[in-house]
């Protein structure tokens, strides 16, 4: 799902933009909307909300989905502006924040916490979360969970005469399931040691601290039959469907297309790493009322539903299912089952531990 690319990137880029970024607070907004009123400073007056979001495919899910039914509801105009992290702390440092609410990776919102740059949330005025039943996990001081999505196996159906592999221990044996592999590179996200400490026995709960050391070991035992180490989300796809590899490692999402298409794809669930976007209020919003209004709206078992038919990302809401096509939630990150058979990614261990994985991804890609 390369629309929410940019904020996977986030562990990539780390904090070191945003100096380039103070110069560069021009913004480009895009959706409906008319100009900014403010009044008052707790934005109660206010006809217009401006919110942040990657834009994209998922930009016009959640206009179709949650700006526009809130609009309609609320006489709230919304505007969308499609930034980066380094923009956005750059204009809240200035206290000139040009956005109310953030939709941004969870793993940003560690960041932002650490820069006090985002507003503690008061839960207090968010009715709908009440009795929301979103996971710990995507409840910090300063964001909720807004939805899930996930890096997850795939495979062709016509490689393994009829078996199919159930596991990222099955992906590792190359003889049981043989043929080229691909995994994800540097470039394009973290890279998956979770898969291959999996791989290696290690249970779903005691992931966490990683044990890099194992990891590459187990990452090297494979590394002769990965074809390639992709660095976008269409990639996969494309080394899937011309048989230059048999599995591959992939952002859900990405192969719903040419699965529909006909062509003998499928994905494995088992081991799925979820990671799960978020919203927050910025320090200085303009537009505060209006604010906690949105995420409270976007909150709505129905409203989440209605964004998970549009959009391949997994509602936080475990409501949502109840009013979700049977066809649409057996293909979701967050559905019961899935919940139970994936992980989520530990963002703090990842955001400490960053610089020192990827420089000795470098060493080994390179060896």
């Given at each position: 799902?390369?629309?929410?690319?940019?904020?996977?990137?986030v562990?990539?880029?780390?904090?070191?933009?945003?100096?380039?970024?103070i110069?560069?607070?021009?913004?480009?907004?895009?959706?409906?909307?008319?100009?900014?009123?403010?009044?008052?400073?707790?934005g109660?007056d206010?006809k217009?909300?401006?919110?942040?979001?990657?834009?994209?495919?998922y930009g016009d899910?959640?206009?179709?989905a949650?700006?526009?039914?809130f609009?309609?509801?609320?006489?709230?105009?919304?505007?969308v502006?499609?930034?980066?992290y380094?923009?956005?702390?750059?204009q809240?440092?200035?206290?000139?924040?040009?956005?109310?609410v953030?939709d941004d990776?969870?793993?940003?919102?560690?960041?932002?916490?650490?820069?006090?740059?985002?507003?503690?949330?008061?839960?207090?005025?968010?009715?709908?979360?009440?009795?929301?039943?979103?996971?710990?996990a995507?409840?910090?001081?300063?964001?909720?969970?807004?939805n899930?999505w996930a890096?997850?196996?795939?495979?062709?159906?016509?490689?393994?005469d009829?078996?199919?592999?159930a596991?990222?221990?099955d992906?590792?044996?190359t003889?049981?399931f043989?043929?080229?592999r691909?995994?994800?590179?540097?470039?394009?996200d973290l890279?998956?040691?979770?898969?291959?400490?999996?791989?290696d026995?290690?249970?779903?709960?005691?992931?966490?601290p990683?044990?890099?050391?194992?990891?590459?070991?187990?990452?090297?035992?494979?590394?002769?039959?990965?074809?390639?180490?992709w660095?976008?989300?269409?990639?996969?796809?494309?080394?899937?469907?011309?048989?230059?590899v048999?599995a591959?490692?992939?952002?859900?999402?990405?192969?719903?297309?040419?699965?529909?298409g006909?062509?003998p794809l499928?994905?494995?669930?088992?081991?799925?790493?979820?990671?799960s976007?978020?919203?927050?209020?910025?320090?200085?919003?303009?537009?505060?009322?209006?604010?906690?209004?949105?995420?409270?709206?976007?909150?709505?078992?129905?409203?989440?539903?209605?964004?998970?038919?549009?959009?391949?990302?997994?509602?936080?809401?475990?409501?949502?299912?109840?009013?979700?096509?049977?066809?649409?939630?057996?293909?979701?990150?967050?559905?019961?089952?899935?919940?139970?058979?994936?992980?989520?990614?530990?963002v703090?261990?990842w955001?400490?531990?960053?610089?020192?994985?990827?420089?000795?991804?470098?060493?080994?890609t390179?060896?």
């Amino acid at each position: 799902m390369s629309d929410v690319r940019i904020d996977r990137r986030v562990f990539l880029r780390g904090v070191g933009g945003v100096a380039a970024g103070i110069a560069a607070t021009s913004l480009t907004a895009c959706g409906t909307g008319t100009s900014r009123s403010v009044g008052g400073g707790d934005g109660s007056d206010s006809k217009t909300l401006v919110v942040r979001n990657s834009g994209g495919s998922y930009g016009d899910a959640n206009q179709q989905a949650i700006y526009d039914p809130f609009t309609k509801e609320t006489g709230i105009q919304v505007k969308v502006v499609n930034i980066e992290y380094a923009q956005m702390l750059a204009q809240i440092k200035q206290g000139r924040p040009q956005f109310d609410v953030i939709d941004d990776s969870m793993a940003d919102f560690v960041l932002f916490k650490q820069e006090g740059a985002t507003q503690d949330l008061d839960y207090d005025r968010l009715k709908y979360f009440k009795n929301s039943g979103i996971a710990k996990a995507l409840v910090t001081s300063n964001a909720v969970g807004k939805n899930y999505w996930a890096s997850v196996m795939a495979y062709r159906t016509d490689a393994f005469d009829g078996k199919k592999p159930a596991s990222w221990a099955d992906f590792w044996d190359t003889k049981a399931f043989p043929g080229s592999r691909a995994l994800q590179a540097l470039d394009a996200d973290l890279p998956e040691l979770e898969f291959a400490l999996l791989a290696d026995g290690v249970a779903l709960d005691k992931l966490y601290p990683l044990d890099v050391d194992r990891a590459f070991k187990v990452l090297s035992e494979i590394k002769g039959s990965v074809r390639k180490f992709w660095d976008t989300g269409a990639l996969p796809g494309v080394l899937l469907a011309r048989k230059e590899v048999v599995a591959s490692s992939v952002w859900h999402g990405r192969l719903d297309a040419l699965i529909k298409g006909g062509s003998p794809l499928a994905y494995q669930w088992n081991g799925a790493r979820r990671q799960s976007n978020a919203l927050g209020i910025p320090k200085g919003a303009a537009n505060l009322d209006a604010a906690y209004k949105l995420i409270d709206f976007a909150l709505r078992p129905e409203v989440q539903a209605a964004y998970a038919e549009i959009y391949p990302m997994a509602p936080s809401v475990p409501g949502a299912y109840k009013k979700l096509s049977a066809t649409t939630a057996a293909n979701l990150g967050s559905s019961p089952a899935h919940l139970e058979s994936g992980f989520d990614l530990d963002v703090e261990w990842w955001i400490k531990n960053q610089d020192a994985v990827s420089k000795r991804w470098q060493e080994w890609t390179h060896a």
